[in-house]
């Protein structure tokens, strides 16, 4: 069965440290989103892309936020400066249609991010 | 912004039981309501949704009922197993604006052997 995949499943930096989590989304997949999660709380939708550009954003994705697609297959979230409340999981989601036609999303297995 | 509230945030049960997690939103906008199960250290997977034209909705041991009007949705497990046992997300997604989930906080369902 097709995944999404995210690499990698744990990563620790330093506060003010970039960061870029990866995602390889499923390969006939055309949405991407990436989502967080504080450890204990809810899931928050961050950006959904599409067609090489972001669709939809959250008040959390600020400038310190950008994502990309690289190549055909990888999608990347990066954080240009990283906060101490930047940690959390962060999930990488596909989908085969936008969200308003179907939203059913398939999600990578997220990547712990550790800001020290 | 839509908000949504689930309950209860640990909800405790004996195999064979029933179990109901219950989320209500506040946009009435809001047209897709999916329910997600997150097993410890893994990923949200999506076990079952339903739509605002759309009342209930059954998929062997879980249903999900939607009352439009009260602005709530719930979730029902019957005859719980074991491997039930996991944090169950439900979402809305609002089609007044941007069309993006908001989430409940989690409900830990652990299911007694």
């Known amino acids: 069965e097709p995944e999404v995949t995210q690499t990698p499943s744990h990563q620790v930096t330093q506060m003010g440290q970039e960061v870029i989590l990866r995602c390889v989304p499923i390969?006939?997949?055309?949405?991407f989103y990436w989502y967080r999660q504080i450890l204990g709380q809810k899931v928050e939708f961050l950006v959904s892309?599409?067609?090489?550009?972001?669709?939809?954003k959250s008040e959390i994705f600020d400038d310190q936020f950008s994502v990309e697609r690289p190549d055909g297959s990888n999608f990347t979230l990066k954080i240009r400066s990283t906060k101490l409340e930047d940690s959390a999981m962060y999930f990488c989601?596909?989908?085969?249609?936008?969200?308003?036609?179907?939203?059913?999303?398939?999600f990578g297995q997220g990547t712990r991010l550790t800001v020290v | 912004g839509e908000n949504v509230e689930q309950h209860p945030s640990t909800l405790s049960v004996q195999e064979g039981d029933s179990a109901v997690i219950k989320c209500t939103y506040s946009?009435?906008?809001?047209?897709?309501f999916p329910w997600y199960k997150q097993e410890l250290g893994k990923r949200p997977q999506l076990i079952i949704d339903?739509?605002?034209?759309?009342g209930e909705k059954k998929d062997q041991r879980i249903a999900v009922t939607l009352n439009k009007t009260a602005k709530h949705f719930s979730l029902h497990i019957t005859e719980t197993q074991p491997e039930d046992s996991a944090v169950y997300f439900c979402?809305?997604?609002?089609?007044?604006?941007?069309?993006?989930?908001?989430f409940g906080r989690g409900t830990s369902l652990i299911v007694h052997p």
């Open positions: 892309f599409y067609n090489n550009e972001i669709s939809e």
């Open positions: 339903i739509r605002s034209n759309v």
């Open positions: 989601a596909s989908s085969v249609q936008g969200a308003r036609l179907a939203p059913e999303a398939f």
């Open positions: 390969s006939n997949h055309l949405y």
């Open positions: 946009d009435s906008a809001s047209n897709y």
């Open positions: 979402a809305a997604f609002s089609s007044g604006g941007s069309y993006i989930p908001t």
